[in-house]
């Protein structure tokens, strides 16, 4: 397949081969990214993406479905079975579309929805002010303890209590800890609220068994399909047999035109590497590697967002260390050490250059990485924060990185 693309289009064949070189010459710590087994991205770049096939499998308006009504009943009924569901939608183009599409099944424009805010590690589909979500509905917003970094269950009750919403959305894109998925649905129920638990981060990890699972203390369940799930870029809406024609509706035709085939089969495909023993074991990985990474940054004199990590994901609060996110993560990027910068619960700073930096470990345990090698990549963010301006460590620390690489190929994926 490379081949062929070299041939037709040498200017994209040589860009993808590039990137390709960055990704696995690189230590990715980016926590929603990760690597996709050669299998899934065949999947994606199949033939399959020459069709079209608006409606849900046996009612179609285009005709040709034979197969790709089997793909489809395929990948949701894996689901089903992973996640221990009733019923599962495998259309939403992306995470977003199923956030607005699971709201939308449940309540009208204009009513109120509590999510967590931005800033405190919420999505920007969880009602956040810029986000469609925030400006069609009435969304109100709850916080973690800027303290502690963890949730008040107490004061969210009081928040849901004083503004009675109709839908509490609970999950995160920045929360470095394990969600009470159970408390959160019974303060939903106190106050006659749906509960949508967004697992995006953390589908690989609930899929894996080393989190709550948040199916029976929740009315919906949606996730992207590519973090620590390891599939390709899409989403799934999990629901209740009960919810099932209302979701489904709201997706197509409420927001969607045709589904694409092509990344539901690899969907399919992702949700059968996960349902293998060898997936539990990676789960449990990324959770060990995240672990010895926080703690070797503590004893660097970082300080992390609730002080440590129960799941793939570190926050670290870089105020005491007077250095400014994105000049970090740039000099990271140098040392092929690849971050994102990302806003702190009550973050005097911008959301441009906020005062935290966000990591994790997916991407590195899809490729074999240890606790050996988690203590060693906070060693290298240690050093090159203490050289912050010194040109040649961090070229230092980018050879070393590049060697560290060499030991844990990634599956030559694309140029077979
Ligand atoms: N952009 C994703 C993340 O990085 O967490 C969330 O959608």
Known sequence: MASILEKHDSEIYELIVKEESRQNGSIRLIPSENYVSKAVMSATGSILTNKYSEGYPGRRYYEGQQITDIVETTAQERAKKL?????VNVQPYSGSIANLGAYLALVEPGETIMGLALPDGGHLTHGWKVSTTGKIFNSVQYSVNPETGRFDFDKIAEL?????????????????????????????????????????????????????????????????????????RGAMILC????????????FPGLQGGPHMHTISAIAVALGEASKPAFKEYARQIIKNAKVLAERLLEHGFELVSG??????????????????????????????????????NDPASPFNPSGLRLGTPAITTRGMKEEQAKQIADY????????????????????????CAQFPVADYFVA
């Open 308 to 345: 440590g990590t129960d799941n793939h994901l570190i926050l670290i609060d870089l105020r005491n260390k007077e250095i400014p996110s994105k000049k970090l993560s740039k000099a990271l990027d140098k040392a092929k050490i690849v971050t994102n910068c990302n806003s702190i619960p």
């Open 240 to 251: 209740k047999e009960e919810l099932a024609k209302q979701v489904d509706k709201s997706i």
């Open 381 to 404: 963010i240690n050093q090159v924060t203490e050289n912050i301006d010194n040109e040649s460590v961090i070229e230092t620390v980018a050879k070393e990185v590049s060697e560290l």
């Open 160 to 232: 849901a209590k004083k503004h009675k919403p109709k839908i509490i959305i609970t999950g995160a894109s920045a929360h470095p800890r394990e969600i009470d998925f159970e408390k959160f649905g019974e303060i939903a129920k106190d106050v006659g609220a749906y509960h949508i638990a967004d697992i995006a981060h953390i589908a690989g990890l609930v899929a894996g068994g080393v989190h709550k699972d948040p199916v029976p203390y929740s009315d919906i369940v949606t996730t992207t399909t590519h973090k620590t799930l390891r599939g390709p």
């Open 83 to 87: 996640f221990g569901v009733e019923h």
